[in-house]
T-cell receptor
Framework: LAKTTQPISMDSYEGQEVNITCSHN???????ITWYQQFPSQGPRFIIQ???TKVKNEVASLFIPADRKSSTLSLPRVSLSDTAVYYC???????????FGKGTRLHILP | DSGVTQTPKHLITATGQRVTLRCSPR?????VYWYQQSLDQGLQFLIQ???????AKGNILERFSAQQFPDLHSELNLSSLELGDSALYFC???????????????FGQGTRLTVV
């Protein structure tokens, strides 16, 4: 499994766009990049998944450069309720494990 | 609501005891994953089952065991409990296993285990 590196914590303000970058230098050809969100005392929730270029859904965007050695989760116009831990995962299609790292603790301020 | 049901929600027990945590996956999901999350710690992968068979093992202690039944629900058994086993235990399910393309894992609300 490719190792991921994310900032431990980030602060931002309501209404701002937040970008969380994840480094995965040894990503393999068949690896997908997936982001999860976890609120305190709740199970993680899938946000978005991508393989290359840009993916967008109603919640977030995921930007993946051509070399795929990093990815950026973009949360538009955050609110206080976006305060959570965000996990970047990189895994091989067909791999059985879903392994979480330490994640990024995002704190949104009023 | 993720569709994954975990029972009980809370459990308080004494050291040395044995407990069983139960997980019902989303309808149609064949994979079940178990995770442990201690206070301020990340999610530790314990074990994964696919359609009744063990598929992958993480850092699961020998005192812990799990199984997935023919109706696809799963149980995590924790024995000879120690204070350090106090944690949130999450179950997740997915249609396939691992990162098969658009595989998305759905998590339950967890069982909070307190060992006193």
């Amino acid at each position: 499994l490719a190792k991921t590196t994310q900032p431990i914590s980030m602060d931002s303000y309501e209404g701002q766009e937040v970008n969380i970058t994840c480094s995965h230098n040894n990503i393999a050809t068949n690896d997908y990049i997936t982001w999860y969100q976890q609120f305190p005392s709740q199970g993680p929730r899938f946000i978005i998944q991508g393989y290359k270029t840009k993916v967008k859904n109603e919640v977030a965007s995921l930007f993946i450069p051509a070399d795929r050695k990093s990815s950026t989760l973009s949360l538009p116009r955050v609110s206080l309720s976006d305060t959570a831990v965000y996990y970047c995962l990189v895994g091989l299609a067909g791999d059985d494990k879903i392994i979480f790292g330490k994640g990024t603790r995002l704190h949104i301020l009023p | 609501d993720s569709g994954v049901t975990q029972t009980p929600k809370h459990l308080i027990t004494a050291t040395g005891q044995r407990v069983t945590l139960r997980c019902s996956p989303r309808s149609g999901d064949l994979s079940v994953y178990w995770y442990q999350q201690s206070l301020d710690q990340g999610l530790q992968f314990l074990i994964q089952y696919y359609n009744g068979e063990e598929r992958a093992k993480g850092n699961i202690l020998e005192r812990f065991s799990a199984q997935q039944f023919p109706d696809l629900h799963s149980e995590l058994n924790l024995s000879s409990l120690e204070l350090g086993d106090s944690a949130l235990y999450f179950c997740a399910s997915s249609v396939g296993f691992g990162f098969q393309g658009n595989t998305e894992a759905f998590f339950g609300q967890g069982t909070r285990l307190t060992v006193v």
